[in-house]
């Protein structure tokens, strides 16, 4: 990195932003208070708050949001009649999974390799603290030039829709002339990118019945309808022999314009195993970034380790459906419901039931601001251009900020590149990238400010 006083204050500060993320990363702030403690997601939300405190912010409060999760909102006045931005991330984050497979403990951040691991620490504990890294490299080079505000969300992960409520509640919380959503990622470490496109999603739960009672396959099976069985028809109808999504009646054709993403590439970053065919068609960028993907995410079923020889009379499991920009998501959501039920076999007794949604998101990049993220980002990578990418993932409050806001131009950057591997085990930060992007959010503010 070019030598400029923003970046060596940025690198100056870094042994403390290690200190800070192992912090906040220790909190077990999942927002599934089925599993974890409700207390660790609001203790990771008052550090949060202090924090913002601590770096002069007023009117700092946690926002008792409609889905019983906490977010947490600072302001930080600028000089008089500047513009304000809206910097975002979240504290909270996807479960563990399976702490066994973790070479280190999930909740303590660990250097191995160069790089940080712990739950969260790229999704999106991480875009905390460069949020933070970013203000205190100003404050130290001559003050921030904006206004700042910023929310830091509690239940991103669930998709839950706290945040996006309350925003719509109290619309003038979050009005800003430009936000900063720090939970998205480069293409790859090294490569500066904004997100401009996210795909939306739905969740929904399936249940199937067909008997009073489990049986005994031996005495009933082969006339008794299986309820396993029959979710197992249904699932697999929602993917063609080649693995591509096919939900009766939604568009699966799109293409992608933009940043491509080379088979071999999508294979390193997804790790697939040898000799294992991608599934779908088109190009990897149209699979991930221009057509929907339907995801089993869980099914209720006897696990092999003592099962019963039986025929089960009841089967359950959600579904995760992503769809791209120019699909509504409620439109989808219908859609897949609909084919759940045209594709249940035997007569069986079905019930959808959606418990989550967001839809999906085109920012403007030919805004003011993202130009002034491109000179930004020219100078944090020396001898990179910044690229356009989308992203399979969604983050509904985007599309909620752009309908409040119509005139804010939103850009997405952030610390989940592929080597990251969020929500998987082993989830990771590079510091070199938590550094870069730190200093490219400081001159974009700087730049923004300018222009």
């Given at each position: 990195m070019s030598s400029n006083p923003v970046a060596e204050t940025v690198a100056s500060l870094m042994p403390r932003a290690r200190a800070e993320l192992a912090e906040l990363v220790a909190f077990k702030s999942v927002a599934d208070f089925t599993q974890f403690p409700k207390s660790e997601s609001e203790a990771a939300a008052n550090w949060v708050a202090d924090a913002l405190r601590a770096e002069g912010?007023?009117?700092?409060?946690?926002?008792?949001?409609?889905?019983?999760?906490?977010?947490?909102?600072?302001?930080?006045?600028?000089?008089?009649?500047?513009?304000?931005?809206?910097?975002?991330?979240?504290?909270?984050?996807?479960?563990?999974?399976?702490?066994?497979?973790?070479?280190?403990?999930?909740?303590?951040?660990?250097?191995?390799?160069?790089?940080?691991?712990?739950?969260?620490?790229?999704?999106?504990?991480?875009?905390v603290i460069m949020h933070l890294l970013a203000l205190r490299a100003l404050k130290a080079n001559g003050?921030?030039?904006?206004?700042?505000?910023?929310?830091?969300?509690?239940?991103?992960?669930?998709g839950t829709g706290g945040l996006e409520r309350y925003a719509e509640e109290h619309p003038e919380l979050l009005e800003a002339d430009t936000i900063v959503i720090?939970?998205?990622?480069?293409?790859?470490?090294?490569?500066?990118?904004?997100?401009?496109?996210l795909r939306g999603m739905t969740l929904v739960r399936v249940r199937i019945d067909t008997l009073a009672g489990n049986l005994h396959s031996g005495q009933f099976g082969g006339a008794a309808p299986d309820a396993l069985a029959a979710m197992i028809r249904v699932l697999d109808s929602l993917r063609a022999e080649d693995g591509s999504t096919t939900v009766d009646g939604l568009d699966a054709t799109g293409t992608?314009?933009?940043?491509?993403?080379?088979?071999?590439?999508?294979?390193?970053?997804?790790?697939?195993?040898?000799?294992?065919?991608?599934?779908?068609?088109?190009?990897?960028a149209d699979r991930l970034w221009a057509r929907p993907a339907v995801t089993v995410l869980g099914i209720d079923?006897?696990?092999?380790?003592?099962?019963?020889?039986?025929?089960?009379?009841?089967?359950?499991?959600?579904?995760?459906?992503?769809?791209?920009?120019?699909?509504?998501a409620t439109e989808a959501t219908k859609?897949?419901?609909?084919?759940?039920?045209?594709?249940?076999?035997?007569?069986?007794?079905?019930?959808?039931?959606?418990?989550?949604?967001?839809?999906?998101?085109?920012?403007?990049?030919?805004?003011?601001?993202?130009?002034?993220?491109?000179?930004?980002?020219?100078?944090?990578?020396?001898?990179?251009?910044?690229?356009?990418?989308?992203?399979?993932?969604?983050?509904?409050?985007?599309?909620?900020?752009?309908?409040?806001?119509?005139?804010?131009?939103?850009?997405?950057?952030?610390?989940?590149?592929?080597?990251?591997?969020?929500?998987?085990?082993?989830?990771s930060v590079s510091p070199e990238e938590l550094e870069r992007l730190s200093v490219a959010e400081a001159l974009f503010l700087r730049n923004y400010a300018a222009g």
């Open positions: 912010f007023v009117d700092v409060a946690l926002l008792d949001t409609p889905d019983g999760t906490q977010s947490v909102y600072g302001y930080l006045p600028g000089p008089e009649g500047a513009k304000t931005v809206l910097l975002y991330a979240h504290y909270d984050v996807q479960p563990p999974l399976d702490e066994a497979g973790w070479s280190t403990p999930p909740f303590e951040l660990t250097e191995r390799d160069g790089r940080w691991y712990g739950r969260g620490a790229a999704d999106c504990k991480g875009g003050g921030v030039p904006v206004n700042i505000k910023v929310i830091a969300e509690g239940s991103e992960e669930q720090g939970d998205a990622g480069n293409f790859r470490v090294g490569l500066p990118t904004v997100t401009t496109t992608w314009e933009g940043l491509e993403y080379t088979e071999e590439q999508f294979r390193a970053d997804a790790k697939v195993l040898d000799e294992v065919g991608l599934i779908g068609s088109g190009s990897v079923c006897p696990p092999v380790v003592g099962a019963t020889p039986s025929v089960h009379s009841s089967a359950r499991a959600l579904i995760s459906l992503r769809v791209p920009p120019g699909v509504d859609l897949l419901q609909a084919h759940v039920q045209a594709h249940t076999p035997w007569g069986a007794r079905v019930t959808t039931e959606q418990i989550g949604q967001g839809q999906a998101f085109r920012a403007d990049a030919t805004s003011p601001a993202y130009q002034a993220m491109a000179d930004a980002m020219a100078v944090a990578y020396p001898g990179e251009t910044m690229q356009y990418a989308g992203e399979g993932g969604s983050i509904p409050l985007c599309n909620t900020l752009a309908g409040l806001y119509p005139q804010a131009e939103i850009l997405l950057i952030g610390l989940s590149e592929p080597e990251a591997q969020i929500h998987a085990v082993n989830e």
